[in-house]
């Protein structure tokens, strides 16, 4: 501090000491406190706070007072206040790399001045990569609770810890019962007993918001009684699926359609809350992944599964969007190295990733220098499990049925197996092992699993949420976004016609619309019913050579319906959608003279239109050529195989490439560029 004359001011420190700080001779201490009374008041006070390392917190003061004001902040440094660089303003940002505390000093041109109470910053070495981009300081747990079995009489510690600004305040539950004396972030039981079982909760509040830790079970176990491990659970379970088939620059593909509705049909029966898309752009790819890491965090389960095009380069995968041009080339093609390393940094209790695809190794021509991109190893979390369609620099093939339904066959039977309750890497063991006695792919097909799974975790593991929780809430609302559906509305048109307007998803962006008369009034004879859309959007299901039997599936939901129609691509919509419901009629009194009347109803934005994946002013994916009858069909036993549905179309001498080191762990890394 600037040096004065004469008396000393005895400033509190963090530590409870007093250190002197000189002011003018004379300015008594009494006096000057007085006249602080009328002259400057601190009306805002910085707030204390809890963050990661290195996380760049805003202190701010606000204070008023009569003419200009002057601030100075102060921190410790080697047990001496020393005043911090530029902190001269009434906001201080500031990176902490351990615990610090500051004070600021408030003073006007009239020499008078008055100090902010300290405050501290503690910084709690947690990964600060849960913190949502714009944290506004509402609590955020890093250290959750863990269920426990304990035998009579021995010491039980179940430990929570968060970040906030201001430093949050702990409450203890155990049965849904509040424990009064429990308020700190650990809640120590000498010695257990049958009273102490339960389920055990922490309610992390402060002036922001409130969080929720995951509960925790504790169970009393008797010494004949094995202190088996308590069943993983997850506090929700999140899944993408992508399907791409209509490419405009590569062969169109027929199976993504089928897996990926049969495969969100048995992820619900999990309890999983799943969106899934059709027919995605490179733009719509990417956004649809970043809302779907939002929806995950501490002890959620995330799935992300991909069917279509892709390829292998340098040890990564690489998924082709629809708008994909020729040759391949990473920066028009989505990494899914990059999808995986993200899902990781939500610290998700189990992320699983399914990749229908094939591995061909593909790259830059002979005549450039192999280029391959250096191994950036995450921090080795153990909870991720990959499962691939078929091992490296081979292809993944599709296989229909004398009926015309097409499917990936590693799906075919990942479908067969989902639904048990084991260990997620048992299912993908089953799945390669039907898949090698396949006699469609013997020889052409082997399923690889990767995975750094070190707890028995399964998909059928049950959910168990703290309940009304700020996190859920905010995932619930996230997630509902893209699955509201336009509500049923009953129509009276003018010449008493009732039309009832339903609506069904089939996936997150694909909306079927059914348009049933209910009553034809009495005088309107002979009555029809037409559907249109504004704007107008593609039925990629309808074309030559569709399955009946696939059209069947998704139509199924139409019986007893006069109209429908099936409206997709529902991510490109910039503008709330209109249907124009049309009634064809003959009246009695006028002939046989046909006679139309038409109404529109507003059903906004409805599916995942919600989310916005295509940005305003953008126009989507070019549609692929609706042109089916280049494919080659090999009839085996009622069977057809696709050799190269799935397969890049400029593959190079794969001999220039070096596959990537395999192992059972998946390669947890991503471009250099990351």
Request: proline share 7%.
């Amino acid at each position: 501090m600037a040096a004065g004359h004469g008396a000393d001011l005895m400033l509190e420190s963090p530590r409870r000491n007093t250190m002197s700080v000189d002011v003018p001779s004379y300015l008594a201490y009494e006096e000057l406190l007085n006249r602080m009374k009328g002259g400057i008041v601190i009306v805002g006070p910085p707030v204390p706070a809890i963050v990661p390392p290195n996380y760049p917190v805003t202190l701010k003061i606000r204070a008023e007072g009569s003419g200009s004001l002057f601030y100075q902040w102060f921190t410790f440094k080697n047990a001496e206040i020393i005043e911090v660089p530029n902190g001269t303003e009434a906001d201080l940002v500031v990176c902490p790399r351990k615990s610090q505390s500051f004070v600021c000093r408030v003073s006007d041109q009239h020499l008078q001045f008055v100090f902010s109470d300290w405050i501290k910053v503690d910084v709690l070495d947690c990964p600060s990569s849960g913190l949502p981009v714009n944290w506004d300081g509402a609590p955020h747990i890093v250290i959750h609770l863990e269920s426990q079995k304990v035998r009579p009489g021995k010491r039980v510690t179940l430990s929570c810890a968060a970040f906030g600004m201001p430093p949050p305040h702990y409450q203890w539950y155990q049965n849904g019962r509040v424990l009064d004396d429990q308020t700190t972030k650990v809640l120590q039981i000498e010695k257990a007993s049958a009273e102490h079982a339960g389920s055990y909760l922490c309610c992390v509040t402060n002036v922001n918001g409130e969080s929720w830790t995951e509960a925790a079970e504790i169970e009393i176990v008797t010494p004949d009684q094995p202190c088996v491990p308590a069943r993983p659970t997850a506090t929700d379970k999140v899944a993408l699926l992508i399907g791409n088939l209509n490419y405009s620059h590569h062969p169109p593909l027929m199976a993504p359609t089928t897996d990926v509705y049969e495969l969100a049909q048995h992820l619900r029966q999990l309890e999983f809350r799943v969106v899934s898309l059709l027919d995605l752009s490179k733009e719509e790819m990417n956004s649809a992944i970043e809302k779907f890491l939002q929806l995950l965090d501490r002890g959620v389960y995330g799935l992300f599964y991909y069917a279509g095009h892709g390829y292998e380069q340098s040890g990564r995968n690489y998924m082709v969007p629809i708008d994909a041009p020729r040759p391949y080339s990473t920066v028009n093609c989505v990494c899914v190295q990059r999808v995986m390393k993200r899902m990781q940094e939500r610290h998700t209790a189990l992320n699983v990733i399914l990749l229908d695809t094939c591995r061909k190794w593909y790259g830059v021509d002979q005549r450039h220098a192999l280029n391959v991109s250096e191994v950036m190893p995450l921090a080795p979390l153990g909870n991720t499990v990959y499962g691939y369609a078929t091992c490296e620099d081979a292809e993944a093939y599709e296989v229909q049925d004398a009926k015309g339904k097409s499917t990936g066959i590693f799906t075919k039977y990942l479908n067969r197996h989902i639904l048990q309750p084991q260990k997620v890497t048992h299912i993908l063991e089953q799945v390669s092992e039907d898949l090698g006695r396949d006699p469609l792919v013997k020889g052409k097909q082997v399923c690889e699993v990767k995975h750094t799974l070190k707890e028995p975790r399964a998909l059928t593991d049950p959910v168990r949420t703290a309940g009304h929780t700020c996190e859920v809430r905010v995932r619930d609302s996230c997630w509902r976004r893209a699955n509201v559906l336009p509500e049923r509305e009953l129509m009276v048109f003018p010449n008493g016609v009732k039309v009832e307007l339903s609506f069904s998803a089939l996936f997150s962006n694909v909306l079927a619309v059914f348009a049933t008369v209910k009553d034809t009034g009495g005088k309107a004879q002979d009555c029809a019913v037409t559907l249109e859309s504004t704007p107008r959007l593609e039925d990629i299901f309808s074309g030559p050579n569709r399955s009946e039997d696939l059209d069947s599936l998704l139509m199924s939901q139409a019986d007893n319906t006069d109209s429908n129609i099936r409206l997709c691509c529902l991510q490109r919509l910039q503008k709330p959608l209109e249907i124009k419901v049309s009634v064809h009629y003959s009246n009695g009194a006028e002939g046989r003279r046909r006679l139309t009347e038409s109404r529109l109803v507003d059903v906004g934005m409805p599916l995942v239109a919600a989310w916005s994946l295509t940005p305003p002013g953008a126009s989507g994916a070019k549609r692929a050529p609706q042109s089916y009858s280049s494919r080659l069909v090999h009839s085996v036993a009622n069977l057809s195989l696709r050799p190269h549905t799935r397969k890049a179309e400029n593959r190079v001498d794969s001999r220039m490439w070096l596959p990537s080191s395999s192992g059972n762990q998946p390669e947890e890394n991503d471009e250099s560029d990351l």
